[in-house]
């Protein structure tokens, strides 16, 4: 696993690119952890940092910081508010529309950890837009047909529930690539068989909002770290993309 890569820093925030495998801080779900971005980053920086969202661990991509007590609790408010845009690339299984928008309540989920109460949990509006940036056909049968298809998408998460674009592409039947949790093992092993891809095709790309000290329109941007691009670039060498005229209409999707 490789180290994290400072992407931006102001006297009020810190942004990060975190590799995947990698925790955002402490967590119950792996003790015997010994390296989490936050540590990294304050590290890195040498200051006190205050994360401000999280990432999956299998996710890899752009994490945002505050530096003071501030800056948190007016970066906390920009979240809470939606006024934080985050775009993610994903590969998923099979071709997308071209465009569309899950739209579907998710109960919550703490991520294995036990829940102290035994109401089950609260069930909450959850909305996902994306747009297929690429879409792939390679020669190989990973089911019964003789060949397989996947696609490069573009994510924007509307809402910010705990693991909203894996259960979201689950739902529409077109499951994240590597993802052990919601996805499909024989794809996910497909993947590692033949492309040596042993990781979550998950990548929070852009954090775009308004700097709340400057006034200024804060855009954050790295791209896919080498183990999700060589993978894209596998698929472009085997592959066939979409032909033309086969795009699918918009797509909605809502429960």
Known sequence: MSGIRLL?????????????????????????????????????????????????????????????????????????????????????????????????????????????????????????????LAAFEVPFAVSKHPTTRYSLAEIRPLTGRRRQIRRHFKHIFHPLIGDTTYGEGRHNRFFREQFGCFRLLLAAVRLILPHPFTGERLDIFCPPEESFLRVLRELRNEGTTLPEGNDGPVQREKE
């Open 8 to 132: 931006y820093e102001d006297p009020w925030f810190v942004a990060i690119h975190k590799p995947e495998g990698m925790l955002v801080h402490r967590s119950p779900l792996d003790r015997n952890e010994t390296r989490f971005a936050l540590q990294e980053a304050r590290n890195l920086v040498g200051r006190r940092l205050f994360p401000l969202h999280r990432l999956d661990r299998p996710t890899s991509g752009v994490l945002l910081f505050a530096a003071d007590r501030e800056a948190a609790r007016k970066g906390f408010s920009l979240f809470r508010e939606g006024l934080v845009g985050k775009i993610y690339f994903a590969i998923v299984r099979g071709w997308i529309s071209e465009a569309g928008v899950i739209d579907s309540p998710l109960a919550d989920d703490l991520g294995g950890l036990r829940m102290e109460t035994s109401a089950p949990p609260r069930v909450r509006e959850a909305m996902t837009e994306f747009r297929r």
